[in-house]
């Protein structure tokens, strides 16, 4: 109950002044009584209540309402716009019940076709993902690329809460043979598998601390003789790594506000077996902040638009024979992202302009980098978003030459598209710092086409 005061009273110059006093009584607070949840004919309620911060016995709080909405939202089974939940007096107390009522959508992709790419050739491809497995929100991949020069099998497995706990677990077999017939970096062949379990930190449903395993037995043949240095023939990698998670983002595929941040260290070799002996420490944040909204009808998803900044480091301590363990940076399909320029093309020595050729050495590959990307973007609908952006990287020959002061630059426009073939996007990027093979500035354009991801 909340009742104006007003006291009317003369000044201190004698003029008349008015004094407005708020008396507010606090009432009974509304607690919340149970939690409905209606139209899941598919995912089991477990998985809903699991996104559900509000719980029975608490003190409704809209905030609480409002990132549970956005949970379920985000969960990604369910047909969107979700309609907000209802809410209804419970008692003569003032306590209430809230539902959410949700509609299940077809979750799983069965995909396959033909490709040309310009790193793996002419092939065809086979995949099934389904990521609400037996509807307990379990994750299956399986993946098939064969062609000309590639030859791509993968399984993994994924349970969000092992045995109904809080405690994840996710295992990947694979099988590799690609010919990369960009840049000569030679035949590689890989087969091994992962294991990695994830656990809850401080009870906190949003920050996980991972452990995983991996072992791969792997050959590089028939490099160009500067990449030879980065070859081996029937080399074990061996590495244990842990990793801290905390992801707060909302609306994914296409985030409109929320954070991301994770920390990883790995081992491989040395006192583990195997080849090489080294370390890496993988850095990454995503920040996000809405800057408004257009339409959004009861049965329709509002234009939102967004503004975001990431970025990402990488450093390498030690002996490592695999350049699938290093560093390369451009273009959009094989190393660290740089739009803007071709791949391959930013290396510890400077930009390399014979990169459009298809070519590379060993002096191509670094062991420490950075980029960064700031973008404005319009999130359309959960399968459609559209960007304009700014990137900066380099990659350097070790962590001792580190320096995320000396940065290449990009800029440009993007369209994304979650289509049944997994993620498509397009990105026209304006390279700010490209040179000639003389050395003379030679700023221009290129063209990037993105589907899937081939690495």
């Not at 003190?59 to 209804?88: C, K």
């Not at 449903?205 to 490099?223: H, M």
């Not at 842990?242 to 081992?267: E, Y």
């Amino acid at each position: 109950n909340i009742q104006p005061q007003v006291i009317r009273r003369t000044g201190a110059d004698g003029k008349p002044v008015v004094d407005l006093r708020w008396a507010i009584n606090e009432g009974q607070p509304a607690i919340v009584n149970k939690i409905e949840i209606a139209g899941n004919d598919i995912t089991h309620e477990r998985v809903i209540r699991e996104a559900i911060v509000l719980l029975p016995g608490d003190v409704f709080r809209q905030d609480a309402l409002i990132r549970s909405y956005q949970n379920i939202s985000n969960l990604g089974f369910f047909q969107q716009p979700l309609p907000f939940p209802d809410t209804r007096p419970a008692n003569d107390q003032g306590d209430i019940d809230v539902i959410f009522r949700v509609t299940e959508k077809h979750t799983g992709n069965i995909n396959f076709g033909a490709s040309v790419g310009q790193g793996t050739g002419v092939g065809g491809f086979l995949g099934l993902d389904e990521p609400n497995l037996f509807g307990k929100g379990k994750k299956g991949h399986f993946q098939w690329q064969f062609g000309q020069n590639i030859s791509d099998f993968q399984v993994s497995y994924t349970d969000p809460a092992i045995k109904e706990s809080r405690i994840s677990g996710t295992f990947d077999v694979h099988n590799t043979r690609l010919r990369y017939t960009i840049a000569d970096l030679g035949t590689l062949k890989r087969e091994g598998a992962s294991v990695q379990f994830g656990f809850p930190v401080f009870n906190d449903r949003y920050t996980r601390l991972f452990f995983s395993y991996a072992i791969d037995d792997q050959t590089f043949t028939g490099a160009t003789t500067g990449l030879a240095a980065l070859s081996c023939n029937n080399c074990i990698r061996s590495t244990i790594g842990v990793s801290l998670l905390r992801d707060t983002r909302i609306d994914l595929p296409f985030p409109t506000a929320g954070t991301m941040h994770s920390i990883g260290i790995s081992q491989s070799g040395g006192p583990l077996g195997g080849s090489g002996n080294f370390q890496r420490l993988d850095l990454e944040g995503r920040w996000y902040a809405p800057l408004g909204q257009l339409g959004g009808a009861a049965s329709t998803s509002p234009v939102k638009f967004v503004m975001g900044l990431s970025s990402r480091s990488g450093l390498v301590f030690g002996n490592s024979p695999f350049f699938d363990q290093l560093f390369t940076m451009g273009g959009v399909q094989y190393g660290i992202p740089l739009r803007g320029y071709d791949e391959f093309s930013i290396t510890p020595r400077g930009y390399d302009p014979t990169a459009s050729n298809g070519q590379a050495s060993a002096s191509s590959f670094g062991k420490a980098y950075f980029a960064t990307t700031g973008e404005i973007g319009a999130r359309i609908s959960q399968m459609f978003y559209l960007s304009a952006f700014v990137d900066a990287g380099n990659v350097w020959a070790n962590a001792g030459e580190f320096n995320p002061t000396r940065l290449f630059r990009g800029a440009g426009l993007g369209v994304s598209i979650v289509s049944p073939l997994g993620p498509i996007g397009i990105d026209w990027a304006y390279g700010f710092d490209r040179t000639d093979n003389f050395g003379r500035p030679a700023p221009g354009f290129k063209l990037h086409f993105k589907l899937g991801n081939f690495f």
